[in-house]
């Protein structure tokens, strides 16, 4: 089973960045698709970004166009989500989880802690 870890949230005024992880310590992530998620307070998980295995393949709902952008580095094993010009809207807490691909509605392994992004002034 894979275990990520999400981590690099934080608070935020809106307007800043934040640059958040998902890492599989001692596990080789870049066989797979790696998504990211979100859960705001009331609402439901969505899917805000993803990535394919052979980085073909970006996906980004509407509402984060233009203002994040998703990356890996195979090397480490990790998977980013760049986050600029941060508006309240953003807050949540968020998610990875890996894909067979970003086109395949399935998900590896479980959900883990993620991590919290608040963006206040």
């Known amino acids: 089973q894979v275990q990520l870890v999400e981590s690099g949230g934080g608070l935020v005024q809106p307007g800043g960045s934040l640059r958040l992880s998902c890492a599989a310590p001692?596990?080789?992530?870049?066989?797979?698709?790696i998504g990211w998620f979100r859960q705001a307070p009331g609402k439901e998980r969505e899917r805000v970004s993803c990535?394919?295995?052979?980085?073909?393949?970006?996906y980004y709902i509407d509402s984060v166009k233009g203002r994040f952008t998703i990356s890996r580095d195979n090397a480490k094993s990790t998977v980013y989500l760049q986050m600029n010009s941060l508006k309240p809207e953003d807050t949540a807490v968020y998610y990875c989880?890996?894909?067979?691909?970003?086109?395949?509605?399935?998900?590896?392994?479980?959900w883990g802690q993620g991590t919290q992004v608040t963006v206040s002034s």
């Open positions: 990535i394919s295995n052979n980085e073909g393949s970006r």
């Open positions: 001692g596990f080789t992530l870049d066989n797979y698709a």
């Open positions: 989880r890996a894909q067979p691909g970003c086109e395949i509605k399935v998900m590896i392994g479980s």
